[in-house]
């Protein structure tokens, strides 16, 4: 069997697809080439009324879905071409696919993503794997979030010695998520840029505020800090994983209302918050170190906040250890894929609180 894999990651944010060229050893991984295909603005719109609106129609739910499929297979198209590799010489590809729906509460708990992966299939001819979060929800645990347990193979993470001082590694996409190695445990934090985005977007048309520089220009709301951090989510207990359908504008704005905030300062304090409830795990924690990888490792004063806030923390990005902060999760899915098959689990139960150890996924042969 070939050792490389591609994976392909649509994260909260709705930006775009990442896909990943990665090759495996049996304890390490070596990124080939990786890039990114953006969203354009209207798809973009379209994919996030799914998330965010219970009423949407079969059709469109469907047509997306197809879409999504299409634009995946000229990701995979176009890495390969720009690596000069052959999709003959491809094991698999693990998909994570478009997440509109995360339920993992609910009396009959699930979790929904979307892209016609028999269509990708199809298209390119690959194995795909995908689905990766449905025996896991079955099994009892949230489906999410996944990638600690890559983290833990990754970085060869024992969790046995208490002795070591705690590292963390941070992903900051739509949604934050926190994997503690030593403790060998992971959840999700709470938003990451997914409520700064929101606002940057709906003042200025832009995705997203490059390196903080508008949330610069405001000053810290303590009183609307204050009241959002009373959320009761970030004091849950783990196993606990969230997403857009709850960390919204719904959830924003009723905090906003009556209020005569300016949006400069609004930028800023929704920055200060997603800092704030990443600061709180690495301190509760006594993390001696962190390494942050996904967008959020671009916003210069996000990880300013976060330094301000857990001082005694020694705060990175996985540039540090050699690897773009950008590609970490496709390479999990890539990773993901190579587990299911191996026959290997791929979930993290301390993570995700199932029962046990699960092998992941679907398999769409070539």
Sequence with gaps: MSNLYIGLMSGTSADGVDAALVEFSESSFRIHHAIDIPYQPEFRQRILNLALNDACSKAEMATISGELADLFATAVNQLLSEANISSDQIAAIGSHGHTIDHAPNNLLPYSFQITDHARLTEK????????FRTRDVAAGGQGAPLVPAFHRWLFNASGQNSQEAEKAFINIGGISNITLLNKGLGYDCGPGNCLIDYWHHRHTGENFDTSGNTARL??????????????????????????????????????????????HDISFTLTALTARIIAHQLNTNECCEAFICGGGSHNTLLLEQIQHYAPTVSLKTTTDLGI???????????????????????????????????????????
């Design 324 to 366: 773009a902060p950008d590609w970490i999760e496709a390479a999990a899915f890539a990773w993901l894929a190579r587990q299911t098959l191996l026959g290997l689990p791929g979930n993290l139960p301390s993570a995700t609180g199932a029962k046990g150890e699960r092998i992941l996924g679907a398999i769409y042969p070539a």
């Design 124 to 131: 390119i001819g690959i194995t795909v794997v995908c689905d």
């Design 218 to 263: 405001g000053t810290l709301e303590p009183e609307l800090l204050n009241s959002m951090l009373e959320e009761s989510y970030f004091s849950a207990l783990a196993p606990k994983s969230t997403g857009r359908e709850y960390f919204n504008h719904q959830w924003l704005e009723p905090y906003l209302k009556g209020k005569d905030y300016s949006w």
